[in-house]
């Protein structure tokens, strides 16, 4: 009796171990699963936990801004004690540089932010821009070009040559119009000008407000040129000339302790629907071999081609 004792005690005790043992390499392979998550995610809780400068990049073109929009409420929520946006885009649809406009104008409310345009911040670039508490330039870059623009191809004269038309039933007559095909009414260009106006109106006086322009200086900026960041220094588009470091001490300005944080950079999450974790992946495997640039450029790319973008775009390019 003794030893079956002695054995059943065994097997208990062998038990206890494993059972201990099963739930310690559970939680191994849960905390590694986690890990590696946030390591290919970027922005987790892991990170950003004390203290520091948060930047943001604005590259490429300006197209859905539901990433950006999450990931400023993430920083208004986090550690971080001012936030540079660090701008390279020739801008995009109208509706996206809204969109980033009121986000940063949210954001602002809770972290003083910057705006650090880097080589473009053009049209809905620019709106972002201005959407931050301060804007700071290189002497070279390209600033500007406010407008509102909507372009559509006519092939009406092409179809003539080769002996096709297009028929349609429409409810009205400006329903689906202009739609390329046949030659544009004046009724229909003047509705579509109404449009584009209104909202030119609108993405005038958003500038005129942030940047305390009267009629005869804002008129001297809005005619959809681009000027240069000494320039737009002189016509009062941006506050300073300058690089990254000169972002920084306006952080710093009225906070000296900011000058000493790290920065650490925000990277949005992929809002694409296919294979999201392949996207950040990339980028991360990318960012750790030496190749960031081609990293950022994976996260930055557009879920949607600009050229399948319908609408009203504020967008500069030669």
Do not use: C
């Not at 590259?59 to 971080?80: E, P």
């Not at 623009?149 to 006519?154: F, G, I």
């Not at 906070?255 to 296919?274: F, H, I, N, Y």
């Amino acid at each position: 009796m003794s030893l079956e004792t002695d054995l059943l005690v065994d097997r208990r005790v062998l038990r206890r171990k494993l059972s201990v043992w099963r739930v310690l390499a559970f939680l191994f392979l849960a905390v590694t699963l986690v890990v590696a998550y946030f390591a290919i995610a970027g922005n987790s809780a892991l990170q950003h936990r004390s203290p520091h400068i948060a930047r943001i990049k604005l590259d490429g073109f300006v197209g859905d801004q539901t990433a950006n929009l999450k990931l400023f409420d993430q920083i208004a929520a986090s550690q971080a004690e001012g936030v540079i946006v660090r701008i390279n885009s020739p801008g995009g649809t109208t509706s996206g540089g809204e969109a980033l406009y009121d986000g940063l104008r949210k954001l602002s409310a809770s972290k003083p932010t910057v705006a650090f345009i880097d080589g473009l911040g053009a049209s809905a670039a620019y709106m972002a821009a201005v959407g931050t508490d301060h804007i700071v330039a290189r002497r070279s870059a390209l600033v500007g070009s406010i407008g509102v623009l909507v372009q559509y191809p006519n092939v009406s004269k092409l179809l003539d040559t080769i002996g096709v038309s297009v028929e349609a039933v429409k409810s009205s007559p400006l329903k689906a119009a202009p739609d390329g095909f046949t030659p544009t009414s004046p009724e229909a260009r003047a509705a579509l000008a109404s449009v584009v106006n209104d909202t030119y109106g609108w993405f005038k006086d958003l500038v005129k407000d942030r940047r305390k322009f009267d009629d005869a200086g804002l008129a001297a900026v809005s005619d959809g040129r681009i000027f240069t960041g000494k320039q737009a220094l002189d016509l009062k588009l941006i506050d300073e000339m300058g690089d990254e470091a000169t972002a920084i001490a306006w952080l710093g300005k009225d906070k000296p302790r900011l000058k000493a944080l790290p920065v650490e950079d925000w990277d949005k999450p992929s809002t694409s629907s296919s294979f999201p974790f392949a996207r950040t992946g990339l980028a991360w495997l990318a960012d750790n071999v030496g190749l960031a640039s081609l990293g950022d450029a994976i996260r930055s790319a557009p879920e949607t081609p600009p050229g399948a973008l319908d609408g009203l775009v504020s967008v500069w390019h030669p």
